[in-house]
């Protein structure tokens, strides 16, 4: 499985940025696939999730009404449209997939596959 994050860059407060995930070597539609972050000095944390099941989709409680999370299957791409950015959205993005339905879909220790990130920036 790969994973390569794409999309990232230097925007304002208030502005929009969307984020891609391009996928190989799966079977795409059987992985659950998240958005997680990580901002330095701190922990890595989720962002969004879609799961299995078309249409669920999970969201931290920090960028719920903000970040939307969507999936293209035909393409093998995961999508993250951030809008109404702020800076402490500045972070390194990560993209995950996860097959196995045990676990937690908001924990990144249970994503078995990851991309390279990358960096969204927020000026104030």
């Known amino acids: 499985v790969q994973l390569q994050a794409y999309g990232g860059g230097l925007v304002q407060a208030g502005d929009s940025l969307r984020l891609s995930c391009a996928a190989s070597?799966?079977?795409?539609?059987?992985?659950?696939m998240g958005w997680f972050r990580q901002a330095p000095g701190k922990e890595r944390e989720f962002v969004a999730a879609m799961g299995w099941i078309t249409g669920s989709t999970y969201y931290a409680d920090s960028v719920k009404g903000r970040f939307t999370i969507s999936r293209d299957n035909a393409k093998n791409r995961v999508y993250l449209q951030m809008s109404n950015l702020k800076p402490e959205d500045t972070a390194g993005y990560y993209c995950a997939s996860k097959i196995s339905r045990t676990g937690s879909i908001y924990e990144w220790t249970d994503f078995g596959s990851w991309g390279q990130g990358t960096l969204v920036t927020v000026s104030s």
């Open positions: 070597g799966l079977t795409f539609s059987n992985y659950a």
